[in-house]
C-alpha cells in the first residue's frame, strides 16, 4: 500500500468520497457535502488500496482504493471495500 496527501475537504463518505452526483444522469445532483480536516487533526491521506498475495508472491485480491488520516501504518485485515480477486 501507498499513501499521498488527500485534500484538506473531503466530500461524502469518509472512507471512499462521494462527489454527490447520481448513477442516473436524469436524476437531480445531490447536495455535495464536504468535511474539513481540523487543524489539529492528522492529514488526510489517499491509500492506494490493500493487495493479498499467495505464497508465490502473485496478487490474488486487490481492493480499490481509499481516504485515510495519517501516514503512520495500520494492518488491516479485513479491508473494507469492493475487491477483485484475481
Given at each position: 500500500?501507498?499513501?499521498?496527501?488527500?485534500?484538506?475537504?473531503?466530500?461524502?463518505?469518509?472512507?471512499?468520497?462521494d462527489?454527490?452526483?447520481?448513477s442516473?444522469?436524469?436524476?437531480p445532483?445531490?447536495?455535495?457535502?464536504g468535511?474539513?480536516?481540523?487543524?489539529?487533526?492528522p492529514?488526510?491521506?489517499?491509500?492506494?488500496?490493500?493487495?493479498?498475495?499467495?505464497n508465490?508472491?502473485?496478487?490474488v485480491?486487490?481492493?480499490?482504493p481509499?481516504?485515510?488520516?495519517?501516514?503512520?501504518?495500520?494492518?488491516?485485515?479485513?479491508?473494507?471495500g469492493?475487491?477483485?480477486?484475481?
Open positions: 500500500m501507498y499513501s499521498a496527501q488527500a485534500e484538506d475537504v473531503i466530500f461524502g463518505n469518509q472512507t471512499f468520497g462527489s454527490g452526483l447520481p442516473n444522469q436524469g436524476d445532483n445531490q447536495p455535495a457535502v468535511t474539513q480536516r481540523g487543524s489539529g487533526d492529514l488526510n491521506v489517499v491509500v492506494s488500496g490493500h493487495k493479498r498475495y499467495n508465490k508472491g502473485e496478487v485480491e486487490q481492493y480499490e481509499y481516504f485515510s488520516a495519517g501516514f503512520d501504518y495500520e494492518p488491516d485485515d479485513n479491508p473494507a469492493v475487491n477483485v480477486k484475481m
